[in-house]
C-alpha cells in the first residue's frame, strides 16, 4: 500500500497529535531494527551514547539500562518528539543519565568526540545532503567507537515504492557504503535482515 504525502511527512517531521499517533505507530513498526541496532553497537555499562533521530524515546531507555554508568543522549528535529521522549525518560533525565535535544543531525550540538557509540535508525531517507549528516556523526564519533546505521535499502523496491519519493530517498547499499566512506569511516560493513516483512541493511562502522 502506497503511503499518503501527509503520512509520510509526519514520519519525517511528527507535528501534533498526528505526529505523536504516528510516532507511537512507528515505535511498534521500528522495535526490531532499534533492538538490533543496539546489539550492533556492543553496548557497555560506561559507553556514551548518542541516538540520532530518538522519535518517541523508547530506545533511548534501553540504550540507558546497558549503559548505566555512562551518558546517553538523543536528538530530533521534532519539538513534538523531543517533548514525547522527554516525558518517557523523565525519571532518567532527573539522574542525568539521559539528555534530549532538539537538533538536526547535520549540526549537532556536542563537541568533537563526545560519543563512542551511536547509532540511526530509519532516518537517512530525510536528509536532504546525506554526506554533510554524516560527516558530522563522524565528527562526533571517538578514535575507536562504533556508528551503526540502519535503513531501508533501495534494493527493496515493493517497499520503497510504498514511500512518496518528495518525502523518501531511498539509497542502494552500495551507494550508503560509499556515502559513510567519504565521510571518514573505514571499511564499512554491510548486514541485510528481514524484519517485519521489510529488507533492513545495517552498515556497521568504525572510526
Not at 31 to 39: I, Y
Request: glycine share 6%; proline share 4%.
Amino acid at each position: 500500500m502506497h503511503r499518503p504525502e501527509f503520512i509520510a511527512r509526519q514520519s519525517a517531521h511528527p507535528t501534533g497529535l498526528l505526529g505523536r499517533v504516528i510516532a507511537r505507530i512507528m515505535a511498534l513498526e521500528t522495535a526490531t531494527p532499534n533492538r538490533r541496532a543496539l546489539e550492533l553497537l556492543e553496548l557497555d555499562e560506561k559507553s556514551r551514547v548518542l541516538e540520532v533521530g530518538c522519535g518517541h524515546g523508547h530506545t533511548l531507555a534501553r540504550a540507558a539500562e546497558f549503559a548505566w554508568q555512562g551518558f546517553v543522549a538523543g536528538i530530533d528535529i521534532s519539538a513534538a518528539m523531543v517533548q514525547m521522549a522527554e516525558s518517557f525518560n523523565r525519571a532518567a533525565i532527573e539522574k542525568g543519565l539521559i539528555e534530549i535535544r532538539r537538533a538536526s543531525s547535520d549540526l549537532i550540538p556536542y563537541p568533537d568526540e563526545s560519543f563512542d557509540r551511536i547509532y540511526a535508525v530509519h532516518t537517512l531517507y530525510f536528509w536532504n545532503d546525506p554526506l554533510a549528516h554524516l560527516q558530522e556523526i563522524h565528527r562526533l564519533c571517538r578514535e575507536g567507537g562504533r556508528f551503526v546505521l540502519a535503513f531501508g535499502p533501495k534494493e527493496d523496491e515493493r517497499a520503497a515504492a510504498a514511500f512518496p519519493s518528495s518525502v523518501y530517498t531511498f539509497y542502494s547499499v552500495s551507494q550508503t557504503r560509499d556515502l559513510l566512506s567519504k565521510a571518514g569511516f573505514e571499511n564499512p560493513c554491510m548486514l541485510r535482515e528481514r524484519i517485519r516483512g521489510r529488507d533492513i541493511a545495517f552498515a556497521l562502522c568504525r572510526r
